[in-house]
C-alpha cells in the first residue's frame, strides 16, 4: 500500500506561480511512476505531467513549457513536486497524486485546489 498527501493548493493569480507537494509513504520501493493529474467539475480527471521511476517524465500539451515535475527519494519516502509557472485560468482544478507501483495498482491523493484568478 502506498499512502500519498498533497499540499500547496490555493488561490493565485493569472501569470502566477505555485508549487505543489505530495508525500509518498507506506511500499515506496514498488513505485513505479508518479504524476499529478487534475480535474475540474463535470470533467473526468486528467492527466498533467508523470515521471517514472527512471526519472523520465511526460507533460500533458497544455502545460508543457510551463509545469515541472520533479521528485526525490528519501530512505523511507518520496517527495513529489510540480512547479507551475505561468498559470492560466484554466489551469483552475483541484490536483491529485498519483503512483503507480509494480502491480499496476493505482493510488491517488486526496486532491489540493489550485484556483488561478484573474
Known amino acids: 500500500q502506498v499512502q500519498l498527501v498533497e499540499s500547496g493548493g490555493g488561490l493565485v493569480q493569472a501569470g502566477g506561480s505555485l508549487r505543489l507537494s505530495c508525500i509518498a509513504s507506506?511500499?515506496?520501493?514498488?513505485?513505479?511512476?508518479m504524476g499529478w493529474y487534475r480535474q475540474t467539475p463535470g470533467k473526468q480527471r486528467a492527466l498533467v505531467a508523470t515521471?517514472?521511476?527512471?526519472?523520465?517524465?511526460?507533460?500533458a500539451d497544455s502545460v508543457k513549457g510551463r509545469f515541472t515535475i520533479s521528485r526525490d527519494n528519501a530512505k523511507n519516502t518520496v517527495f513529489l513536486y510540480l512547479q507551475m509557472d505561468s498559470l492560466k485560468l484554466e489551469d483552475t482544478a483541484v490536483y491529485y497524486c498519483?503512483?503507480?507501483?509494480?502491480?499496476?495498482?493505482?493510488?491517488w491523493g486526496k486532491g489540493t485546489l489550485v484556483t488561478v484568478s484573474s
Open positions: 498519483h503512483a503507480l507501483d509494480d502491480r499496476y495498482s493505482n493510488y
Open positions: 507506506g511500499s515506496i520501493l514498488m513505485i513505479r511512476s
Open positions: 515521471i517514472s521511476s527512471s526519472g523520465s517524465t511526460n507533460y
